[in-house]
Structures are given as C-alpha cells and as structure tokens.
T-cell receptor, first 115, second 117 residues
Framework: AQKITQTQPGMFVQEKEAVTLDCTYDTSDQSYGLFWYKQPSSGEMIFLIYQGSYDEQNATEGRYSLNFQKARKSANLVISASQLGDSAMYFCAMRGSGGSYIPTFGRGTSLIVHP | KAGVTQTPRYLIKTRGQQVTLSCSPISGHRSVSWYQQTPGQGLQFLFEYFSETQRNKGNFPGRFSGRQFSNSRSEMNVSTLELGDSALYLC????????????????FGPGTRLTVL
C-alpha cells in the first residue's frame, strides 16, 4: 500500500523568504513518481513539480525545488523567494506500480505568505 | 490552448437524486481522471479513462460511474445521492498513453462543487 504523510497542517512564511513543506511517503515499489500540486482558494489543482524514483538529481522548476531523499523516503518541496500569490494548499502525491499507478495524495499543507 | 473545463461549476441536489458531471479535457489529451475532494477524506481517486476505456478505478461504491466519449470528453454519474457525496469533484487530463507513464503531468479543471441536501 502507498501512503503519503504531510505533517504540517499550516505554515507561515514572510514574503521573499524560502519555505520547506514536508512530505514523507511509504511504498514498496521500486519505480514510482512523486508530485507536488498547489491548490489556491479557487479550487483548481496546479501541477508544480515531479520527481521520479530513479532520477539522480533533485527536480527544479523555477522557484520550486524538490529535496528528494530516497533512503529516508522524503520528498520535501522548497519554495524560494515566497510571493503573496504562493498562499494556497499544497499537496504531495505519489503514483507507483504497486498501486496500479493510482495516485495517493497527502492531506495537504496550508501555506500563508505574509507581506 | 484551452484548459480543462468542467460543467456545471456548482450543483445542489437532494438525497436520492442522481447527478451527471461533465469534463472536457485539453485538446489532444486522451487520459481523463476524476477525483473527489472532501474535508474529511481529502483527495481521493475515482477512476481514469483512456480511449473510452476505464483504465483504473478507486475504492468507491458502484453508485459512482463514468464514461468517456470518442472525443475524449468524459462524464461521471452518481446515482442515489447521499449527504456524504457533497464534495468538490475534480477532473484532470493528461497526455499519458500508459498508466505507468508518470512524466506526463495532469492538468486539472476548476472542479464541480456538489452539495447534497
């Protein structure tokens, strides 16, 4: 079975500072993918970044980077230079062969960026 | 390129009724997935369709069903609505041809917020 744990229900960060959102996962799969999504108050889920289990380098997409520590089964999202528009819910998710590639989502972290 | 569209955006129904939600994927996307999001259960996968065939199914009762048309548009139906079916229903489309093709991201629609009274 696959499981995603996001232990931070809420996070606060000052504008222009960096913030790390935690995500740990549990799977027996060798091949899997890890994803981060952002969900603003409007409700639409926005894809941010993807990390494959066999990718040797940490994924980066603009201000987003994924701190992937395979042995610790963690996939933390780092947002650099936070902006007010980053205030939203953030979800970590995974898909793997053992789960028939059905995505499993964490419960999410609410990020509030202060001016 | 137009994004994923879902109709209607808001819906109010009463217990026992049935409802049909519609999703139009991004042009060229043949994979369409449906999710249910509630405060209590979080985001849960309902089913995925590819080329008019259900490719994957989550752990939901048979009251939840879906289909996909030849133009990749998809509908999901919930029969005999229960109060617990109140949720945000999200549709996502992807270029992925294989279920295990993880590198193709999913693009989500704005969702349909269903309220069951």
């Amino acid at each position: 079975a696959q499981k995603i744990t996001q232990t931070q229900p809420g996070m606060f960060v000052q504008e222009k500072e960096a913030v790390t959102l935690d995500c740990t996962y549990d799977t027996s799969d060798q091949s899997y993918g890890l994803f981060w999504y952002k969900q603003p108050s409007s409700g639409e889920m926005i894809f941010l970044i993807y990390q494959g289990s066999y990718d040797e380098q940490n994924a980066t997409e603009g201000r987003y980077s994924l701190n992937f520590q395979k042995a610790r089964k963690s996939a933390n999202l780092v947002i650099s230079a936070s902006q007010l528009g980053d205030s939203a819910m953030y979800f970590c998710a995974m898909r793997g062969s053992g789960g028939s590639y059905i995505p499993t989502f964490g419960r999410g972290t609410s990020l509030i960026v202060h001016p | 390129k137009a994004g994923v569209t879902q109709t209607p955006r808001y819906l109010i129904k009463t217990r026992g009724q049935q409802v049909t939600l519609s999703c139009s994927p991004i042009s060229g996307h043949r994979s369409v997935s449906w999710y249910q999001q509630t405060p209590g259960q979080g985001l849960q996968f309902l089913f995925e369709y590819f080329s008019e065939t259900q490719r994957n199914k989550g752990n939901f009762p048979g009251r939840f069903s879906g289909r996909q048309f030849s133009n990749s548009r998809s509908e999901m139906n919930v029969s005999t609505l229960e109060l617990g079916d109140s949720a945000l229903y999200l549709c996502a489309s992807s270029l992925a041809r294989l279920a295990g093709d993880l590198r193709h991201e999913q693009f989500f629609g704005p969702g349909t917020r269903l309220t069951v009274l």
